[in-house]
């Protein structure tokens, strides 16, 4: 059975400004892949991520998801994936309950109740969903724009540095019980990171960005500790 492209980034450029992030950077994602790239801040990761979900356009290139194009087909690439960012696009002043029937209001056909009982229990929210956002941790306001993002029931989950920030606690159970039993082998992954040992435990393919451009790709497990050497040394060298 040939293994279908959930993810396509055809020598992709952006720049702001004067200030070039990505250059001709290439990238191919099989679906259900939970692909991991590793990179020091301010090395284009967000910038990435935010192509994938069509909130920048690329300068050059194209990004194809599902087989959609990301400039000819934005809304329908929104409708497929999920997205979590560095800010949680919640509304404080709102409920996590509230929050989370506004936004599936965008989404009428799936199973609210169904969907909802579900993450809440594996992300551990339950005690906190009624609470208003504003009185959330960050760590509960990151778990609850996870849940967020998968309430529609996405099949390409987008995650930029979804561990940044969060306890120890908190990252297990990401590690432990979001990754295992939702994720699952279900869902396509592309998700960002500086921290190594989070990439280890979630990755089935990993690579490096750097200079702009994607390097040290790869899907075998033994080949994850020298890819993450490498991502160490690029750190020291830019200390």
């Known amino acids: 059975m040939i293994e ?30 939970r692909y991991v790239l590793l990179g020091s801040n301010g090395s284009g990761k967000t910038t990435l991520a935010k192509l994938l979900t069509t ?35 919640l ?4 409920s996590g309950y509230d929050n989370l029937r506004f936004f599936c209001s965008f989404y009428p056909d799936i199973d609210f109740k169904k969907q909802f009982e579900y993450l809440a229990e594996i992300l551990n929210l339950s005690h906190l969903i009624n609470q208003k956002v504003a009185k959330l941790s960050h760590g509960e306001k990151k778990r609850l724009s996870i849940m967020k993002a998968m309430m529609s029931n996405p099949s390409v989950l987008i995650m930029d540095e979804p561990d940044a ?12 019980n979001f990754f295992p039993k939702v994720i699952n082998g279900n869902i396509t992954v592309f998700l960002t990171t500086h921290n ?39 750190n020291e060298s830019v200390l």
């Open 196 to 234: 190594s040992d989070f990439a280890l435990s979630v990755a089935s393919t990993m690579g490096i960005l750097q200079s702009g451009k994607i390097e040290s790709q790869t899907q075998d497990i033994q080949q994850f500790s020298k890819v993450i050497r490498k991502y160490q040394l690029i």
């Open 165 to 176: 920030g969060l306890d120890a606690n908190s990252i297990n159970n990401l590690t432990e």
């Open 55 to 89: 909130l920048y356009t690329p300068d050059k290139g194209e990004i194809i998801i599902n087989g959609y194009n990301s400039d000819k087909d934005s809304e329908k690439i929104r409708s497929l994936i999920g997205y979590v960012g560095h800010n949680s696009l």
């Open 4 to 33: 279908k492209n959930s993810i396509e980034i055809n020598n992709v450029s952006k720049s702001f400004g004067a200030n070039p992030i990505l250059n001709d950077c290439f990238l191919t994602i099989k679906s259900s892949e």
């Open 91 to 94: 509304y404080g002043d709102l």
